[in-house]
């Protein structure tokens, strides 16, 4: 009987060892609740470790009572704080963040772009580049532009400035080289070699033929795809090459575009030629001009003076005066002489007296010719009629003058002229070419490709830029 008040007092603590257990066990399960119902995780502060004392309360003793209390206790601690603890630890498997499924989607957005805009367009070039794609030949010319006589000092304004001055050749390369492209060459070849016609044929791929219905504009603007240009400004080389869709046609158009491009060199030339002469004619021909009135005012005086010379008369005139004057003093001596001799009413001296009065009217008649009283049949005076006679001269003289100083500088214009003549030196010329080395293949795919990753990844940032902007 001794054992009953043991027993009687074990029996209430496990009973209350039971009760803290449930408790422990309502809040576990109320925090599991709380978490959305996860597994429980093992913990070594769990009310687990109360299981032994519970299978040994019935060898406990009344001695051990307050002990039980305290294990009871302790116990009830450890599962408020278990329970605390699995509220705020995560346990078990979490619900999923709705933040990974957006990111998955755009995972699967950026993929589909890339490929979309990038893989397929490399696809589908490739794809055109290596099986549609139309073989091209191409064939040209290389020359420069020369001068019959180069200048000795190299041109300082074009190798410093970059700017082609008006004696040089590099204006010239220049025209030379927009011409190869320009409408005038584009329809000068169209009429010989019927050129939309080659570029339209049914068997070129549909990306290089040309609509031959198009208007010519637009053929203007499809030429520059079928011939490149280059010019070199250190050499002054200028090369061009023209392609066509097989070889004949190649270089059958390389030598009409070499050809075109002579003619418009010695156009160029002539017409430098005619500038550079112009003046030098136009002066000749205006000196002519007055020589020629020069000379028919003179000739106009001569018909209406009826002399063709007034100087050489007036100098006879003066001549004839000096003769007539020396006659009539010699006479008067010997008149002079012949009174002292013979009488007054001799025959001899009233003759030579007759004479000298003969001789006298002789005398003043010519002197009054001479002096301007007489009058000639224009109503002027011989004086006049000689000055106008001799500014007429005078006329002539500069007019003559002028006129070969004018027809020196037109030959002088003409050699430079001829000396600055262009022409064209071509040192490489049109060959029939044997393999097509256009399009390229490799490198237009491969371009396509770095194209087209570039505008996705533009595209891709701009789009994350605003993503992130909206946010």
Same mark, same amino acid.
């Given at each position: 009987?001794a054992?009953?008040?043991?027993?009687?007092?074990?029996?209430?603590?496990?009973?209350?060892? $039971?009760?803290?257990?449930? *408790?422990?066990?309502?809040?576990t399960?109320?925090?599991?609740?709380?978490?959305g119902?996860?597994?429980?995780? *093992?913990?070594?502060?769990?009310?687990?470790?109360?299981? %032994?004392?519970?299978?040994k309360?019935?060898?406990?003793?009344?001695?051990?009572?307050?002990?039980?209390?305290?294990?009871?206790?302790?116990?009830k601690?450890?599962a408020e704080a278990?329970?605390?603890?699995a509220?705020?630890? %995560?346990?078990?498997?979490?619900?999923?963040?709705?933040?990974? $499924?957006? &990111?998955?989607?755009?995972?699967?957005a950026? /993929?589909?772009?890339?490929f979309?805009?990038?893989?397929?367009p490399?696809?589908l070039?490739?794809? =055109?580049?290596?099986?549609?794609?139309?073989d091209r030949y !191409?064939? $040209?010319?290389?020359?420069?532009?020369?001068k019959?006589? &180069?200048?000795?000092? %190299?041109?300082?304004?074009?190798?410093?400035?970059?700017?082609a001055?008006?004696?040089s050749?590099?204006?010239?390369?220049?025209?030379?080289r927009?011409?190869?492209?320009?409408?005038?060459?584009?329809?000068?070849?169209?009429?010989?070699?019927?050129?939309?016609?080659? =570029?339209?044929?049914p068997d070129?791929?549909?990306?290089?033929?040309?609509?031959a219905?198009r208007?010519?504009?637009?053929?203007?603007?499809?030429?520059?795809?079928?011939m490149?240009?280059?010019?070199?400004?250190?050499?002054g080389?200028?090369?061009?090459e023209? &392609?066509? =869709?097989?070889?004949?046609?190649?270089?059958?158009l #390389?030598?009409?575009?070499?050809?075109?491009?002579? &003619?418009?060199?010695?156009?160029?030339?002539? #017409?430098?030629?005619?500038?550079?002469?112009?003046?030098?004619?136009?002066?000749?021909?205006?000196?002519?001009?007055?020589?020629?009135?020069?000379?028919?005012?003179?000739?106009?005086?001569?018909?209406?003076?009826?002399?063709?010379?007034?100087?050489?008369?007036?100098?006879?005139d !003066?001549?004839?005066? #000096?003769?007539?004057?020396?006659?009539?003093?010699?006479?008067?001596?010997?008149?002079?002489?012949l !009174?002292?001799?013979?009488?007054?009413?001799?025959?001899?001296?009233k003759?030579?007296?007759?004479e000298?009065?003969?001789?006298?009217?002789?005398?003043?008649?010519?002197?009054?010719?001479v002096?301007?009283?007489?009058?000639?049949g224009?109503?002027?005076?011989?004086?006049?009629?000689?000055?106008? =006679?001799?500014?007429?001269?005078?006329?002539?003289?500069?007019?003559?003058?002028?006129?070969? *100083?004018?027809?020196?500088?037109?030959?002088?214009?003409?050699?430079?002229?001829?000396?600055?003549?262009?022409y064209? #030196?071509?040192?490489?010329?049109?060959?029939?070419?044997?393999?097509? /080395?256009?399009?390229?293949?490799?490198?237009?795919?491969?371009?396509?490709?770095?194209? !087209?990753?570039?505008?996705?990844a533009v595209?891709?940032?701009?789009?994350? *830029?605003v993503?992130?902007?909206?946010r």
């Amino acid at each position: 009987m001794a054992t009953k008040p043991g027993l009687s007092s074990v029996t209430p603590a496990t009973s209350h060892k $039971g009760d803290a257990a449930k *408790s422990a066990d309502a809040e576990t399960s109320d925090a599991d609740k709380t978490n959305g119902g996860a597994a429980p995780v *093992s913990d070594p502060a769990t009310p687990s470790d109360t299981t %032994p004392a519970t299978a040994k309360a019935p060898d406990a003793t009344p001695e051990t009572a307050p002990a039980d209390d305290a294990a009871k206790l302790a116990a009830k601690k450890a599962a408020e704080a278990a329970a605390a603890a699995a509220a705020t630890k %995560p346990r078990g498997v979490q619900p999923k963040p709705r933040k990974v $499924g957006r &990111q998955r989607k755009r995972k699967w957005a950026t /993929i589909f772009s890339f490929f979309l805009l990038v893989v397929v367009p490399t696809v589908l070039g490739g794809l =055109y580049y290596g099986m549609v794609a139309t073989d091209r030949y !191409a064939t $040209g010319a290389s020359f420069v532009v020369r001068k019959l006589e &180069q200048s000795a000092a %190299p041109d300082m304004l074009s190798s410093v400035t970059g700017f082609a001055s008006s004696n040089s050749t590099t204006s010239d390369s220049y025209v030379i080289r927009n011409f190869l492209i320009s409408p005038d060459l584009l329809r000068r070849l169209d009429e010989e070699l019927d050129l939309r016609e080659v =570029y339209s044929a049914p068997d070129v791929d549909p990306l290089s033929r040309f609509n031959a219905s198009r208007p010519f504009e637009d053929f203007v603007k499809y030429w520059p795809r079928r011939m490149k240009t280059s010019y070199d400004n250190t050499t002054g080389i200028v090369t061009f090459e023209v &392609q066509a =869709y097989d070889p004949e046609t190649a270089v059958t158009l #390389a030598d009409t575009v070499l050809a075109a491009t002579e &003619q418009l060199v010695n156009a160029l030339s002539e #017409a430098a030629r005619r500038d550079a002469v112009k003046f030098a004619t136009s002066e000749v021909e205006r000196a002519e001009e007055a020589l020629r009135q020069v000379q028919a005012d003179l000739r106009e005086f001569r018909s209406v003076s009826g002399s063709i010379d007034l100087t050489t008369n007036a100098r006879l005139d !003066a001549e004839l005066v #000096a003769g007539l004057e020396e006659r009539l003093t010699e006479l008067k001596t010997r008149i002079a002489v012949l !009174a002292q001799q013979v009488s007054p009413d001799a025959p001899s001296l009233k003759q030579m007296r007759t004479e000298a009065s003969a001789l006298e009217a002789e005398l003043v008649a010519r002197r009054a010719a001479v002096g301007g009283t007489n009058t000639s049949g224009d109503g002027s005076s011989t004086a006049e009629a000689l000055a106008n =006679y001799e500014a007429l001269q005078l006329e002539q003289t500069f007019a003559q003058q002028r006129f070969a *100083s004018a027809l020196a500088s037109l030959e002088s214009a003409r050699i430079d002229a001829d000396r600055q003549q262009r022409y064209l #030196a071509v040192f490489s010329r049109p060959a029939l070419p044997e393999d097509a /080395i256009y399009p390229l293949r490799v490198r237009d795919t491969f371009l396509i490709a770095i194209s !087209a990753f570039l505008i996705w990844a533009v595209g891709s940032l701009l789009v994350a *830029s605003v993503r992130d902007h909206m946010r």
